[in-house]
T-cell receptor, first 115, second 112 residues
Framework: ETGVTQTPRHLVMGMTNKKSLKCEQH?????MYWYKQSAKKPLELMFV???????ENNSVPSRFSPECPNSSHLFLHLHTLQPEDSALYLC??????????????FGQGTRLTVV | SQQGEEDPQALSIQEGENATMNCSYK?????LQWYRQNSGRGLVHLIL?????REKHSGRLRVTLDTSKKSSSLLITASRAADTASYFC????????????FGGGTRLMVKP
């Protein structure tokens, strides 16, 4: 266990559905991240929150909407997704976003399938 | 294109052999990290090497960094079947707001 928990572990949703992914960490970290991992592609950074403020939005389509109510919780709200959005979505946290020489702690990921 | 690129993309070895994976990157960095990922699961941090370091050890892992060539290598000695996983390098580049950028990974298979 890395201290970062993601739920659900698996999710199947239709293109018209609305769902949310949840990430929780109790490591005392101030930065949280969403990454997307598709088959045969590098890990893609989607969003970064540092001290609850979004500091990075890596040109992610608006059908993905992040929310960070506090430093311990991060959500990714999903709406009208496309089949190509099917991927493993990974949440990570680190002590301080943008701080040098810090490692990231990852959750186990949510395997999302859009049908 | 991504900052870090691993080589080879896939590697298959026998248990007991050493495994070497390489990572190249494009821009100057603060540090370079290696992560491991078992199939369909999250990434686990293995080791971090700072830009002013040339070599670092952790158990059976040995990481080198050559900033002049913008490359790093991860050596796993005396490999075990349990080392089977994907290995990723990640850099926090000066021109990326110090955010971690990952390469495509090396899939390592260690046969018992």
């Amino acid at each position: 266990e890395t201290g970062v928990t993601q739920t659900p572990r698996h999710l199947v949703m239709g293109m018209t559905n609305k769902k949310s992914l949840k990430c929780e960490q109790h490591l005392g970290h101030n930065a949280m991240y969403w990454y997307k991992q598709s088959a045969k592609k590098p890990l893609e950074l989607m969003f970064v929150y540092n001290f609850k403020e979004q500091t990075e939005n890596n040109s992610v389509p608006s059908r993905f909407s992040p929310e960070c109510p506090n430093s311990s919780h991060l959500f990714l709200h999903l709406h009208t997704l496309q089949p190509e959005d099917s991927a493993l979505y990974l949440c990570a946290s680190s002590q301080d976003g943008g701080q040098l020489n810090t490692e990231a702690f990852f959750g186990q990921g949510t395997r999302l399938t859009v049908v | 294109s991504q900052q870090g690129e691993e080589d080879p993309q896939a590697l298959s070895i026998q248990e007991g052999e050493n495994a070497t994976m390489n990572c190249s990157y494009k821009t100057s960095i603060n540090n370079l990290q290696w992560y491991r990922q078992n199939s369909g699961r999250g990434l686990v941090h293995l080791i971090l090497i700072r830009s002013n370091e040339r070599e670092k050890h952790s158990g059976r892992l040995r990481v080198t960094l050559d900033t002049s060539k913008k490359s790093s290598s991860l050596l796993i000695t005396a490999s075990r079947a349990a080392d089977t996983a994907s290995y990723f390098c990640a850099t926090d580049a000066h021109n990326a707001g110090n955010m971690l950028t990952f390469g495509g990974g090396t899939r390592l298979m260690v046969k018992p």
